[in-house]
């Protein structure tokens, strides 16, 4: 079977380097483009160092990109749905890795990104790209939008308690998320240089974080199509903290949430094993000893995994739920091309089965 052609429009950032990473070592996908405009002529492996001898790829011009099978943009906020139509011109499947198509509501786009939606006729043209939520969809999808890395962590903690509909619908959904450096991206700045970054705790956004939007979009996606009488999104909504931490890779999303009725361990076990029993990259992490018993970001770098977990408080009301992931894979680039694999009828497993390390 010939490999489909692949172009990768932005290619010098850490998620355009993980793209070209996986697909390297894809058996159906060829990256044939990779574009830039500060490297053009410059050799990817130049910019993404760990890929020398892997690939001789030469950074091109967006403009000088030519018809591929498939297009990944990873491109700024707002740069892929202003030129939409170029791109898809050019494929006949596109996943954006921006945030440009996640939000189905434009209303909702409009409040998070300050501005309205300069493409609003594409937007229901893509499927979110979360294989977890959107399956079925994304099959049948031509188009696939990227997933927030925050929200991708905190959605797959607190999914099994939305399906269940045990969540009081009067108290808030709270996420705790703890990230690393790399989710500043590949560019320099004050806060990501080395001696105000080392060692930092810093609450970058202590209030308000963008993803929360696509939390509460999962929360009535699944109270809307999965079962008819769940209870929607709590009237307190969904708040996030984000917070840098001394890491690279990673996000931990701890997400504090509150029950309709008190519940027994045992039933959050059932929640957890009836959501995810057939997910092949989700994995629950909840052991009785030892240094790894909870999920832990460190372990997952490079990996599509996502590890989750949770704890019950001792009456039973409230539930606190836990997800690590690699913000660079699961949260960005390893998603995108699970997406790829479920579009085109390929194993969604195919070039992403790398566990991740340890130590």
């Known amino acids: 079977m010939a490999k ?38 410059e050799y990817a492996h130049v910019v993404h160092p760990n890929l020398r001898g892997v690939t001789a790829l030469q950074f091109v011009r967006p403009e000088d990109v030519t018809k591929a099978d498939v297009l990944f943009l990873c491109l700024p906020h707002g740069e892929a749905a202003t030129q939409i139509e170029r791109w898809t011109g ?13 939000l189905r509501d434009l209303g909702a786009y409009e409040k998070w990104y300050g501005s309205a939606h300069p493409a609003p006729q594409w937007v229901d043209r ?16 031509r188009y696939a939008s990227g997933v927030g890395c925050n929200a991708t962590a905190t959605n797959l903690a607190l999914m099994p308690m939305v399906k269940t509909g ?27 240089h080395h001696p105000e970054r080392s060692g930092a705790v810093r609450s970058y956004a202590p209030a308000g974080h963008r993803h929360a939007a696509e939390v509460e979009q999962m929360m009535r996606m699944l109270s809307a199509s999965l079962t008819p009488t769940l209870t929607p999104p709590g009237r307190g909504g969904v708040h996030m903290t984000a917070t840098s931490i001394e890491m690279v890779r990673g996000v931990l999303a701890t997400v504090h949430c509150f029950l309709k009725e008190p519940a027994q361990e045992k039933a959050l076990w059932k929640a957890f094993r009836d959501c995810y029993r057939n997910e092949p990259f989700v994995r629950i992490v909840k052991a009785g000893a030892g240094i790894f018993r909870a ?33 660079l894979m699961k949260g960005a680039a390893g998603s995108a091309v699970q997406c790829l694999n479920l579009m085109c009828g390929f194993d969604e497993r195919t070039g992403l089965e790398f566990p991740g390390l340890h130590p």
């Open 126 to 141: 893509f499927t979110y790209g979360l294989p977890e939520l959107t399956r079925d969809q994304l099959k049948n999808a």
């Open 166 to 192: 045990w969540l009081d619908p009067s108290m808030p959904v709270i996420a705790d998320v703890k990230v690393g450096s790399s989710e500043a991206g590949a560019e320099s700045t004050p806060a990501s």
């Open 295 to 327: 999920p832990e970001p460190k372990i997952l770098a490079g990996s599509n995994y996502a590890d989750v977990g949770f704890a019950l408080s001792e009456d039973g009301r409230k539930a606190t739920l836990l997800c690590a992931i690699d913000n």
């Open 90 to 102: 050019l494929a006949d499947r596109i996943v954006d890795l921006s945030a440009d198509f996640r």
């Open 4 to 41: 489909l052609s692949c172009a990768i429009i932005g290619g010098t950032g850490y998620t355009g380097g993980e793209l070209l990473r996986i697909l390297s070592f894809h058996p159906h996908v060829e990256v044939a483009q990779i574009t830039s405009r500060s490297r053009v002529g």
